[in-house]
């Protein structure tokens, strides 16, 4: 018989810090496997944030810079100036790219940088103990929203990939989940197009991933990810956002609008 | 039996999540917990499994091999 599944050449050999069911290490075994698939493993510098991800150079065999709060967009914006043939990307979690890193998130995407954010969304603030985050759905429990978040004290809960796909500089968007077999493949498909999109030099790239978090939801692994399904993907709808990788001249002379 | 898989028995964390997606029912929780406390699962290599690596797609952990024919 031969292998037909191996851990991916790009991921260490080492064991996951992350709760049993967590989305974060299926993600970084996707990255890792488009790495080896387009064999860029040593073109690739990641930002990894702050929050449960901290480690993930523990994890990924690939140049990483760690960067403050809210700041991986700006990091990799002066790692991608710095380092051109390099392909830079951030790996940031909602309270990092939505709320205190909006600024850089935006401007990074409106100067069309060359970089692509990996952006997970699970809804919560992980690592600090489940606090209340600006993707947090309506009327969902946290610890600073003991009664469910009132919409009208807390307000509505972000649509980060929505406001980014406004920006002219912005060339590939795309909303997906870790939730199913079906929707792990597409994911692997949408980091594959947003690394390309960065490859062929067209502008900023970002995937939004919807991740379980079974430890700070209160949940089992399963009715977790089965939860992604039946509740935040109401809230957050998956699929292509924005893609005008098609149209923009590589040469970035040729504005798509 | 078309396919089999190899689970890391001390890198499993025992989300059953691969359980859940195994078309085969293949895997079931082991008896045994391993050296982090765990109770990982493992491969009932009498079942029909088809080496379709599902379970491996969906482990979040990373620790499933898949042997095909």
Redesign the interface.
Same mark, same amino acid.
């Given at each position: 018989?031969?292998?037909?599944?191996?851990?991916?050449k790009s991921?260490k050999r080492a064991?996951?810090h992350?709760?049993?069911?967590?989305?974060h290490?299926?993600i970084h075994?996707l990255l890792t496997e488009v790495f080896d698939e387009m064999n860029i493993q040593d073109r690739v510098i990641g930002i990894p944030p702050p929050g449960c991800s901290v480690f993930a150079y523990h994890y990924l065999d690939v140049d990483m810079a760690e960067s403050a709060h809210g700041r991986g967009a700006a990091v990799a914006t002066g790692l991608k100036r710095a380092y051109p043939d390099a392909l830079v990307f951030t790996y940031q979690g909602d309270g990092d790219l939505a709320a205190i890193g909006t600024a850089e998130t935006i401007h990074a995407a409106n100067r069309g940088e060359r970089i692509t954010s990996i952006f997970i969304n699970n809804a919560v603030y992980g690592m600090t103990g489940g606090q209340m985050a600006p993707t947090t759905l309506s009327n969902m429990k946290t610890t600073t929203t003991p009664y469910g978040r009132d919409t009208r004290l807390e307000g509505y809960p972000v649509r980060m990939s929505e406001m980014v796909a406004l920006v002219k500089g912005a060339v590939y968007i795309e909303r997906t989940a870790v939730n199913? %077999?079906a929707n792990?493949?597409k994911t692997k498909k949408a980091i594959r197009k947003a690394f390309q999109a960065q490859i062929d030099d067209l502008g900023y790239s970002l995937v939004e991933i919807l991740s379980p978090c %079974?430890t700070n939801w209160k949940m089992n692994?399963?009715e977790s990810?089965q939860w992604v399904e039946n509740e935040m993907t109401k809230e957050f709808p998956l699929g292509l956002i924005k893609d005008i990788t098609r149209e923009k001249d590589s040469t970035g002379k040729r504005d798509a609008d | 039996m078309k396919g089999y898989i190899e689970i890391d028995q001390e890198l499993c964390k025992g989300c059953q999540i691969c359980m859940a997606f195994c078309p085969k029912d293949s895997i079931s929780p082991s008896d045994k917990l391993n050296a982090n406390g765990y109770l990982p699962v493992r491969f009932n290599s009498d079942g029909d499994c088809t080496g379709c690596a599902t379970c491996a797609v969906v482990c979040p952990d990373v620790v499933i091999e898949v042997y095909r024919e």
């Open positions: 018989m031969k292998k037909v599944y191996r851990r991916p991921l064991a996951f992350y709760c049993p069911g967590c989305g290490s299926i075994r199913s %077999p792990i493949r %079974p692994p399963l990810w | -």
